[in-house]
């Protein structure tokens, strides 16, 4: 090889080295800033347990199993993802099999129609073209185009070979997934048995302490505090933002506002960014009854909405109304199993009480992806989602953001 040449064989390589070793290097910092603000959040969430007043709250007793059908629903979420995946991939592979099966034959076919020139009547022509004596020129012309003919076979016979390793390729990846397949299948059937008694378990737990829920959720102290608690999280969310921003952002300053009365809506004004462009546009992310509206007084008395509780069908799919990145995704006492989105500019969006949380911390969301099922956790006695849009901490009237359509 030429020494330049190789100098600039050795210099690609080289980049290309760094390359990837840069490429690795950036996941990995990203592994890293994941479970960073993984290990943040789960200290909060310590931390706010600890400073709980009260220990002996009757939902919490459904905290074990609730999050237990959460983690084994959002399983069962992935495994239909993988198998939804193989299934494509199976159905492309078949489609190449085709296709090579159609090449095979097209080829099969020329190479007999060649073979049966040659064998049948070709050599035999071949030698009295040779000794016939005619034109020189012409009997050159069919020598080479007989000798074109044989390595036109000779080539179709190697496309052959090569299309049968391909198949054989094919076929083995074919198998490999299938095997996948029933894998994923089997561990399918053994998350939805586990489900099964985790819902049977959390029914019993239901029938021993309903009453001393019903009883807690109407006193209004139980209401402030899971306000409170609410607000303390969100807070501690903004602060652990924060600390990823150059400008710190505002306190969620959420106890003043859950002491108060009356509940107003924080109007974020003008403000710029991707979300308050949406303003007006937003889908509520379940479809279902708006049992409680922004503002207006709860049921059990003594506090009033500061977000919006849609009554829906258990298992109804909860969608994000925005894009953003997952912050919260746990059970939390008074809003059971609770998912938190961060749209940046200071906007989050909280979706409550739900069935199961299919998105987990760190996860980036698109609008409308499915994040959530509806369910009635945290010893809601309805089935349906709370949730709330939140500025700088501050809850603001969802339905004034809604789209009408």
Not at 82 to 91: I, V
Not at 92 to 106: N, P
Not at 263 to 286: E, I, M, T, Y
Not at 296 to 302: H, K, L
């Amino acid at each position: 090889m030429i020494p330049g040449r190789k100098l600039c064989v050795s210099a690609v390589c080289l980049a290309s080295l760094f390359a990837s070793t840069a490429f690795a290097a950036s996941v990995d910092a990203k592994k890293g800033e994941l479970q960073d603000l993984k290990g943040r959040i789960e200290a909060l969430r310590r931390d706010m347990a600890a400073a709980e007043e009260s220990k002996t709250s009757a939902a919490d007793q459904l905290r074990e199993t609730e999050s237990a059908i959460s983690n084994a629903n959002r399983r069962l979420h992935e495994l239909s993802a993988e198998r939804a995946d193989l299934k494509s991939q199976l159905a492309d592979l078949d489609a190449q099999s085709q296709r090579l099966d159609r090449q095979t034959g097209a080829q099969q076919n020329q190479l007999a129609r060649l073979l049966n020139r040659q064998f049948v009547g070709g050599d035999s022509e071949a030698l009295k073209l040779l000794l016939s004596g005619h034109d020189p020129n012409q009997s050159a012309r069919d020598k080479y185009f007989l000798t074109q003919l044989s390595r036109a076979k000779a080539d179709l016979i190697q496309q052959l070979r090569t299309v049968a390793a391909e198949k054989k390729r094919l076929a083995d990846a074919v198998r490999e997934r299938q095997t996948l397949l029933a894998e994923i299948e089997r561990r399918q059937q053994e998350g939805r048995a586990q489900l099964l008694e985790r819902k049977k378990q959390r029914l019993t737990t239901l029938a021993a302490i309903g009453d001393r829920i019903k009883a807690q959720r109407r006193e209004i102290s139980t209401l402030k505090r899971d306000e409170q608690r609410l607000a303390k999280l969100i807070e501690g969310l903004a602060r652990i933002a924060a600390t990823k921003k150059a400008a710190p952002r505002v306190g969620a300053g959420g106890t003043a506002a859950a002491k108060a009365p009356i509940v107003k809506s924080h109007d974020p004004g003008n403000v710029g960014g991707v979300f308050a462009a949406l303003r007006g546009q937003l889908r509520l992310p379940v479809k279902g009854t708006i049992a409680g509206r922004f503002g207006s007084p709860r049921a059990e008395g003594g506090a009033s909405w500061k977000g919006v509780f849609i009554r829906a069908a258990e298992g109804a799919e909860v969608k994000a109304v925005a894009g953003g990145a997952v912050v919260f995704s746990d059970w939390l006492r008074g809003f059971g199993n609770l998912l938190i989105i961060d749209h940046g500019d200071d906007f989050l969006s909280v979706y409550g009480n739900n069935e199961s949380l299919l998105a987990a911390v760190g996860a980036s969301v698109k609008g409308g992806e499915s994040v959530a099922t509806v369910g009635n956790s945290g010893g809601n006695p309805d089935s349906g989602l709370y949730f709330e849009l939140r500025h700088r901490g501050q809850p603001f009237d969802p339905l004034k953001w809604a789209s009408n359509r």
